[in-house]
């Protein structure tokens, strides 16, 4: 069976007897969690809630600088911002590599799931001659460029495709965007402390990431 130019292979075993399976539950399980804080907060404090909620969704857009300025704009502190944006990239990673790995191995059949995986796939494949001839450190700085194109999502499918262990995939991917998301924060408090003009600036980095997935929010919308 194929999708688009990726052969699926057959299904071995059941998905919790993957790693990918068990990579999976763990994405869920922290996915659980931010909707149980989300829902706290929507009692005791909906404004936060709310601007949780956005910074998540900026992130699935993958607009990790989007989902910190949100929260720069909240008032949230430095620590808190830094925190809660790397616990987000850490669930959608976790998401996103399992569901495309097991829908490769024809676990998971949907097919729109198979057509964002070969998405992904076509995505990864464009930067990993880039990275191959420099192993883990070629991944851990391409996650680390502060760039929508070189998100934690695209990195660990290279990862995967370069037949990296998945403990080495991900401690690159994590450690990457640890480091981009903590030159982020430093770039917004330095913003904040010496200029006037930083919602502007959030505002506009904002407005990039929707204009550059215009063509998708409209297919939802249709």
């Known amino acids: 069976m194929k999708t688009g130019s990726i052969k699926l292979a057959s299904p071995k075993g059941k998905i919790y007897q993957t790693p990918e399976g068990i990579i999976l539950w763990g994405g869920v399980l ?22 949780l909620l956005l910074a998540f969704l900026a992130h699935i857009f993958g607009g990790r600088a989007a989902g910190i300025g949100l929260c720069f704009m909240a008032g949230f502190n430095l620590g808190w911002t830094l925190l809660y944006n790397f616990y987000l990239e850490i669930l959608i990673v ?76 991900f401690s690159a991917v994590f450690l990457g965007t640890f480091a981009a998301i903590l030159s982020w924060v430093i770039f917004f408090d330095f913003l904040e402390q010496h200029v006037h003009v930083i919602q502007y600036v959030i505002m506009g980095i904002i407005f990039i990431v929707l204009l550059s997935h215009l063509k998708t929010i409209k297919r939802w919308l249709a």
């Open 30 to 51: 922290l996915t659980v969690a931010l909707m149980a804080m989300i829902a706290w907060f929507a009692v005791t404090d909906p404004p936060k809630a709310g601007n």
């Open 94 to 169: 976790c998401l996103a590599y399992s569901v495309f790995i097991l829908s490769m191995s024809n676990h998971i059949k949907f097919k729109w799931v198979m057509h964002v995986s070969v998405a992904m796939k076509n995505k990864a494949e464009k930067h990993k001659d880039k990275i191959e001839k420099y192993g883990w450190i070629g991944l851990f700085l391409f996650v680390m460029i502060p760039l929508p194109v070189t998100g934690p999502v695209t990195g660990s499918i290279i990862g995967y495709l370069l037949n990296i262990h998945v403990g080495r995939n």
